[in-house]
């Protein structure tokens, strides 16, 4: 079966220096994404960049992510192309957006 896992934190930019997050390390969907991969299937974790859990260790797919526009992104271009059967979306994702970005 083909489970995808989201894991970690997202964050948004402020500015090019400054941006909002969250504490998140990633542990529980790293450990998912183990234990699902240990009983045969294939797994695709998308994993913040920021995660400060270790990865996945188990034969497990990872796609890096920064911010939850990216994540989404991600989601939306595996869906297009193959079917899915379950999706744990475990990720913290940030709250806020910045209205207008200070680039």
Known sequence: ??????????YEP????????NFSTGELGT??????????HQVVCFRGETSTFPPPLAPVEVFP????ADLEA???RLLLKEEVAIVFHVAALCDFRVKKNRR
Request: charged letters at 20%; glycine letters at 8%; zero cysteines.
């Open 65 to 68: 992510f920064k911010t939850n």
């Open 1 to 10: 079966m083909r489970i995808v896992i989201t894991s970690g934190p997202s």
């Open 74 to 76: 991600g989601l939306r």
């Open 14 to 21: 402020i500015d090019h220096v400054r941006r909002l997050t």
């Open 31 to 40: 450990l998912l994404a183990e234990v699902f991969a240990a009983a045969g």
